[in-house]
């Protein structure tokens, strides 16, 4: 007799698993460790020194209290940076929310055909496969000073002068954001928009309720897990990037990821791994926030 | 529902269209402007239309770079990437469904590093195989250490780097497609007296085989472009996505257009094919969908 799947005569599970445990171990779990341990070490001008000490996460907020409760109270440059990653990561997110439910809703109630839906579902997905920098790049003959919009605008003479603050901007970078990640909201949240029975829907209509309402009570709250699963892939890279913020804000624009990405040019490795860790700790208490929303595993 | 549509429909056809213009709008202006005239500069007018710059990065490069070799490094790291994403998520795949100790802590693992940020996993990496570094010089025997270097490169550190993003969807996809799979295809095979490798060869991939080609083009597309895991984790020689980050502030000229036209077409080509292919495998699934009645094949 047989038991189990068909293939269990041969290899074992774990024997097929072991690869990809593998890659995890030595690229992912044994890296994270060592971020950690060494976040705890100290260092000079030359080398990582392997003593434990403190200093690393004490020098990051060197001075911040001081500068907090002085007769003029001010922000120190750290408390600063990550003001202005938490203020980014936000408005990126409640952009990319909104236009990802709407373009998600669109796809999944209004359009009727199965065959269309693939093709704007696509079509919608296409650019994700392609380069982030090219994407980014490709902002800069738009927004520039000399760009499209500044000729329009000048052409038009809604301005005198070419608005500076559309490139190597927050703006700029937001908008990149918005462009790169928007995705990540709209799938899913189209999966469990897709997985909403529509009688449900008939049902609320045929109930009395308003357009508003239905939305409200009924696909809102059902399109909670997958709110937020996107809303966890936004925060998440927009937190720690370096790469947009870069690039969009003309190298001008401190995140907590380009702080860390100086430190590590300069081969500091102990106070990048420092401000790593607390970047990590301070990303795993939104996601921990968002999850006590919903269980993750049962989307799939 | 009705034939009618509601007024919220075309609010939301009016956003979707404007969404789709300004998802690929500033592509298409790039690979406008890269045609731009030999005069010509980085922003609108074009000055004429031409092959000037292609020609120009074709045979000069870019100054300071050697933009073809770094191209033919991410090439080729890009289809070994796939290779192995695709043939280690279908491993894990299979053995997901029968299940081993420590899967759920492993799916947490994988979870976690879809959604940790990048700089944070490329630090690491690039910590450890510092630290590796140091102990093989200091510890190992003289043979091995006299003329040791680093451990870091593009088959070693980078590859690593970019399995711990590819991974993760390929095996979300394997499970996805598991999750939809009717497990009495294999238990018709199996009472047939298939070997388990026949089923995996003649029942099993051809049925999952588009949702495969899905994960290798994810798998070959993402390490085509990756730059944040791939920045601490390179040796000495880099991958073209971290040179033209590199070359945004540096490079004046629409040369830096065409180089952004020739690598988003070797994307776009890579897409096409694999959704072309996907394409034919479903119409065969199609074609093919019953031989009942027909005897041996």
Known sequence: MHSGSATDRTVPGWAQVLPLAVVFVVFFIVPLGLTAVVSLWNYSEYEILPDVTARNYLEAFEGCADRLLSSSPALCTTLKTYLTTLRISATVWLITLILGFAIAYFLAFHVRLLGVQIVLFLLCTIPFWTSNVIRMISWIPLLGRNGLINQTLVKLHIVNQPVEWLLFSDFAVILAFVHLYTLFMIVPIFNSLMRIDRSLLEAATDAGASGWQTLSNVVLPLAKPGIVIGSIFVLTIVMGDFVTVGVMGGQQIASVGKMINTQIGALQFPPAAAHAVILLATVLLIIWCLTRLVDIRKEL | ?297
């Open chain 2, 1 to 297: 529902m009705g034939e009618r549509r509601s007024p919220s429909f075309y609010w939301l056809l009016a956003l979707f269209v404007l969404f789709v213009v300004f998802l690929y709008g500033p592509m298409l202006t790039i690979i406008i402007l890269s045609f731009q005239g030999p005069e010509g500069g980085l922003t609108f007018p074009m000055t004429g239309f031409s092959l000037h710059w292609f020609s120009k990065l074709w045979n000069d490069g870019l100054p300071n770079v050697d933009i073809w070799s770094s191209f033919g490094r991410s090439a080729r790291l890009g289809a070994i990437v796939m290779a192995l994403t695709v043939l280690l998520s279908l491993m894990a795949g299979l053995a997901y469904r029968k299940g081993f100790v420590g899967s759920n802590a492993l799916f947490y693992v994988v979870i976690a590093s879809l959604i940790m940020p990048s700089i944070v996993v490329s630090l690491g990496i690039g910590l450890e195989f510092r630290i590796f570094d140091d102990l093989i010089k200091r510890y190992a025997p003289a043979f091995i250490a006299d003329g040791y270097d680093t451990g870091m490169g593009l088959y070693t550190s980078t590859l690593g780097a970019h399995l711990t993003w590819t991974l993760p969807f390929g095996l979300l996809i394997m499970f996805a497609i598991f999750n939809r799979f009717d497990p009495r295809f294999e238990e018709a095979a199996r009472d047939l007296g298939a070997t388990p490798w026949q089923i995996l060869r003649h029942v099993l991939l051809p049925i999952i085989g588009p949702s495969v080609i899905g994960i290798g083009l994810f798998g070959f597309t993402l390490s085509w472009d990756e730059i944040a895991r791939t920045s601490q984790a390179v040796g000495y020689l880099n991958t073209l996505p971290l040179e033209l980050q590199g070359q945004t502030t540096t490079v004046t000229t629409p040369v830096i257009y065409a180089l952004g036209t020739i690598t988003t077409a070797v994307s776009l080509a890579v897409i096409f094919v694999a959704l072309a292919a996907i394409l034919m495998l479903r119409q065969r699934q199609g074609a093919h969908g019953s031989d009942a009645g027909r005897g041996m094949v």
